[in-house]
């Protein structure tokens, strides 16, 4: 059987070299580390390092960190012995016994608990896993890790260990946003259009018109190579399908109807009127060194939350947080929305 390694669109210099250091690194049996921001690709760089390695034929297993608090965490990776807690019936193999002699994908890294650090730890430096319930096994995994975290300095403010970070750093891949490939747009909407026209089943796509090949290279792409499929995929959808694509739809939210953050004039999760500059310039408290750090949190909280219009999930991610650890935090400081306009 023949598996060929995931493909990746792109000619621009920044993408080749990320993509030679992939090469380059597969073939080692060491941990590495891929760094990029959200919608780079990260786990389709990861699933290459695998199938461009001596492991391609045995397991490539995916774990996202930031998906579960830390106790279900625990016991998807390291597995639990029956009778461990209660509900626990039977024995389960964790994800990095299912990954022996294979590769564990661990995404959002750096949302994983001390605690599942250091039993992390001893997984990547001897091989050894402890189920939940006290059973230890031996495995033979190659870790890859993904985050768009900034990983030392996490691990300088004492927020990830140094060691794991010791460990997993043998190599890392860095991921160019897509604001630093231009030239590789075109290809990549072209791609996207014309798997979205087959999965609408159309005879036929005629291309973007100039203006909309002018504001696909002319946005940002906060959300990469993600975020231009779904502006692709969903202005083609539509779009008349007798003729070129020129409207690309970049904010699906965009409508003069649309509503501004409702839910920040309701009495429990009320935000000042004021600019969060003005804000931040006036004092707000009297209180010690604590009560300053919570009113600073607080602010912070607020301004990337209005920033990202309201969107916990893209606020997390601009604050390189997890989506529950910035729930946490939003839910000590009251700024929960209500549950009906909860976005």
């Known amino acids: 059987m023949t598996i060929t390694p995931p493909s990746l669109l792109g000619e621009s210099p920044a993408f080749l070299a990320a993509l030679a250091h992939v090469s380059r690194v597969a073939p080692l049996e060491r941990p590495v580390l891929v760094i990029g921001e959200r919608g780079t690709g990260k786990e389709l760089i990861a699933a290459r390092l695998h199938y461009l390695s001596q492991r391609w034929e045995r397991p490539f297993v995916k774990v996202n960190c930031a998906a579960l608090p830390e106790s279900l965490l625990d016991s998807e990776l390291f597995g639990h012995e029956a009778g461990a807690f209660t509900g626990a019936t039977r024995r389960q193999i964790g994800r990095i016994e299912q990954a022996d002699g294979g590769t564990l ?37 190659r870790v890859v890790g993904a985050t768009n975290a900034d990983l030392p300095a996490l691990a300088a403010a004492g927020r990830f260990r140094a060691d794991l970070l010791d460990r997993l750093a043998f190599d890392v891949v860095t991921l160019p946003p897509l604001r630093a490939r231009p030239d590789d747009i075109p290809p990549l909407a072209e791609h996207f259009a014309l798997g979205m026209v087959r999965e609408l089943q159309r005879p036929l796509f005629h291309g973007f018109t100039a203006a909309a090949l002018d504001r696909l290279r002319g946005h940002e792409w906060p959300g990469n190579v993600r975020e231009l499929r779904n502006a692709v995929e969903r202005s083609v959808a539509a779009a008349d399908p007798e003729e070129p694509l020129d409207h690309v739809i970049l904010d699906p939210f965009e409508s003069p109807w649309r509503p501004t953050a409702a839910w920040a004039t309701a009495p429990t999760a009320r935000v000042e009127a004021a600019p969060i500059a003005e804000r931040a310039a006036t004092p707000e408290f009297d209180g010690g060194i604590l009560d300053q750090v919570r009113a600073f949190e607080a602010a912070r909280l607020r301004e990337a939350l209005e920033r990202n219009r309201f969107n916990q999930r893209q606020t997390a991610e601009a604050l390189g947080l997890g989506y529950h650890q910035l729930r946490g935090m939003l839910k000590k400081h009251g700024l929960i929305p209500p549950a009906h306009l909860r976005p």
Do not use: C, H, N, W
């Open 105 to 141: 994908f661990l995404d959002e890294i750096a949302t994983a608990s001390p605690a599942v650090q250091e039993k992390l730890l001893r997984a990547v430096e001897y091989g050894e896993i402890e189920r939940v319930g006290g059973r230890t096994a031996t495995v033979d995994v």
